[in-house]
């Protein structure tokens, strides 16, 4: 239990919180500054990357995210000094992926030849929609020959570009989101992350809906239409789920999410970055400040972490099937054993799998496709006392 990690190895998250503008739907911790000097920027980072580095040494480096907000929106000098300080400190992985989150605009592409250069190897690009309308309706500052302009770039400079899109979005109707979501397939991409859009509260578009001024939205069965109809395509253009919103051809899966998803070891630095670290046998949960400015404070003093709790192992049992059953593969049944100290309820197994909710194969459980849209309720019924 004390290596648990291991089965899911170790990444590193890389948060900047710097937007050109804030879109209604968006709950991340981004931020619109007019200025910002990236040389602080840079100070920072280095200085949490050796601090977390010198309590994890000897430590492979299966993957490093660059995060936000708009990381786009950084020069390439910073990004490549964030790259080598991981070098420095850590070992690579031989294949080890390097993302970069990119919004499709025209400044953005212009950089991306730098990003490869500072040794990013892949980018996942926020399309979210692929008419202008809807794009305008999501305060999307670019247009679609915009994104397909920047994909064509990012095609010309990396061999792996994913895009993320978001569904169920104001009077879309299933018709539309067949025909928008083949036109994303047909441009040959590798990875897609196809989001249902949801409202949340602090946001711009949770005030609305509050207000009752946020129409259109799909009913729950119109949403489950779309997420079904979502998976048969998918599959049809051989790129099936291998988690509940990400799908992928085969050996193109995001490496960095799936270790999240198989509940491993990441290091979060940057303003509100969460992270997960295993130290002395023990699992801690780490988070940073939201505000720029307060994280930055918190790196000039040495540690640019706002809470370190550890973790229980009911706690982590609970984590790791609320994340590996999101997966496709499916979840280990004697490593939540082995975390949480004690099996799951096999009664509760069994009556989930006779609801045709899951499917049980020796220490395996995977959620079935009628399983994935109540994923929550099965995960809420496992875990009950």
């Not at 505000?291 to 540690?303: D, K, M, V």
């Amino acid at each position: 239990m004390a290596e648990d990690w291991k089965n899911g190895g170790f990444g590193l998250y890389v948060h900047w919180p710097f937007c050109q503008a804030k879109c209604p739907y968006c709950d991340f911790n981004s931020h619109v500054a007019r200025e910002i000097d990236e040389t602080v920027w840079i100070r920072a980072y280095l200085s949490e990357i050796e601090r977390v580095a010198g309590e994890t040494p000897d430590r492979l480096l299966n993957s490093i995210f660059f995060g936000g907000g708009t990381p786009s929106l950084m020069h390439p000098d910073t990004v490549a000094a964030v790259i080598e300080a991981a070098r420095l400190h850590w070992t690579f992985a031989n294949d080890i992926e390097i993302t970069l989150e990119a919004n499709p605009g025209s400044a953005e592409a212009g950089r991306f030849l730098g990003y490869r250069d500072a040794g990013v190897n892949r980018v996942s690009m926020g399309f979210q929609a692929m008419n202008d309308a809807d794009l305008k309706r999501l305060g999307r500052i670019h247009s679609v020959n915009d994104a397909l302009s920047a994909f064509d770039v990012a095609r010309s400079c990396f061999d792996r570009v994913s895009f993320d899109l978001i569904y169920a979005r104001q009077d879309q109707t299933l018709q539309a989101w067949e025909s928008e979501l083949e036109k994303a397939l047909n441009l040959s991409v590798d990875h897609l992350s196809l989001y249902q859009l949801t409202v949340e509260d602090g946001t711009a578009f949770g005030d609305r809906y509050a207000a009752g001024k946020l129409r259109g939205l799909p009913d729950d069965d119109r949403a489950a239409d779309m997420y079904l109809l979502t998976q048969d395509i998918c599959d049809s253009y051989d790129m099936p789920a291998y988690e509940i919103s990400n799908h992928a051809r085969l050996g193109t899966e995001s490496r960095h999410n799936l270790i999240y998803w198989k509940y491993g070891d990441y290091a979060g630095i940057g303003p509100g970055a969460h992270g997960r670290l295993t130290l002395n046998g023990k699992r801690f949960a780490t988070e940073c400040p939201k505000l720029p400015a307060a994280w930055i404070e918190r790196t000039s003093a040495g540690n640019g972490e706002s809470v370190r709790t550890q973790v229980s192992p009911s706690e982590q049992s609970e984590e790791y099937i609320m994340m590996g059953l999101r997966l496709a593969e499916g979840l280990d049944i004697d490593r939540y054993t082995q975390l949480s100290g004690k099996p799951l309820p096999n009664d509760k197994l069994i009556y989930l799998q006779d609801l045709g909710m899951v499917s049980l194969s020796g220490a395996t459980m995977k959620a079935t496709r009628k399983g994935q849209p109540v994923l929550n309720a099965i995960i809420r019924e496992l875990l009950a006392d």
